[in-house]
């Protein structure tokens, strides 16, 4: 049952990713993974990032995980085409002042 609840949230991220705009991707869409956390940490983190990881070829999806808050540059995030908060706890979680600022909309 484990194996069809991880293919089901591979497919729901591929079916995003399409929705948002790569309705035909010439490239491997590259997600960063945040999972820094304060205080309370849950354990499935370690888990999903594998699993991401692991099966995000089958979806055509590369992930890069991290909890360094540091690599909120405009420089390393326009290698990326989404940042995902995996389970991420704690008010700015020591965030780089970028990411705690106002859009600009």
Do not use: C
């Not at 497919?11 to 993974?33: D, S």
């Not at 205080?39 to 499935?44: E, G, L, N, T, V």
């Not at 594998?50 to 995000?56: A, F, I, N, P, S």
């Amino acid at each position: 049952m484990r194996f069809v609840e991880d293919v089901l949230v591979l497919v729901t991220l591929r079916l995003a990713i399409i929705v948002i705009g790569w309705t035909t991707p010439t490239h491997a869409a590259r997600l960063l993974l945040f999972s820094a956390t304060q205080r309370f940490r849950h354990d499935s983190i370690p888990t999903a990032i594998k699993v991401l990881q692991e099966r995000g070829a089958s979806i055509d999806v590369e992930f890069d995980a991290t909890e360094d808050a540091s690599l909120f540059t405009d420089a390393n995030l326009a290698k990326y085409d989404a940042l995902v908060f995996l389970s991420t706890t704690g008010e700015g979680v020591g965030l780089h002042p970028i990411l705690l600022r106002e859009p600009n909309l």
